[in-house]
Nanobody, 120 residues
């Protein structure tokens, strides 16, 4: 599967953005999808993942919502109440059978990333 992330940008603290990740290929609904992020000088970290259930990192619970539209082969990440520490490149990922839903190494396919910058 090939992934194309979009929707990043510059927003003030407290604002919102919605990221999208469009997938090409067949049987999109059978893929576990994930969102990860990587800030400068830091390792890539888990944000959210979705299969039959949706899982979130503690630091985004109540602020971010991951959803998917299988008819459009697209997943979304609605980000509200953004903070400067949310600034990072956000990546979407996919795998049919991730070894781990919470670590980058669990996913085999990655999009190119989209920059999110939150100003204070």
């Amino acid at each position: 599967v090939q992934l194309q992330a979009s929707g990043g940008g510059l927003v003030q603290a407290g604002g919102s953005l919605r990221l999208s990740c469009a997938a090409s290929g067949r049987l999109f609904s059978s893929y576990v999808m994930g969102w990860f992020r990587q800030a400068p000088g830091k390792e890539r970290e888990f944000v959210a993942s979705s299969s039959l259930s949706t899982y979130y990192a503690n630091f985004v619970k109540g602020r971010f919502t991951m959803s998917r539209d299988n008819a459009k082969n697209t997943v979304y990440l609605q980000m509200n109440s953004l903070k400067p520490e949310d600034t990072a490149v956000y990546y979407c990922a996919a795998d049919r059978a991730p070894r781990d839903y919470y670590t980058p190494s669990g996913f085999g396919s990655w999009g190119q990333g989209t920059q999110v910058t939150v100003s204070s």
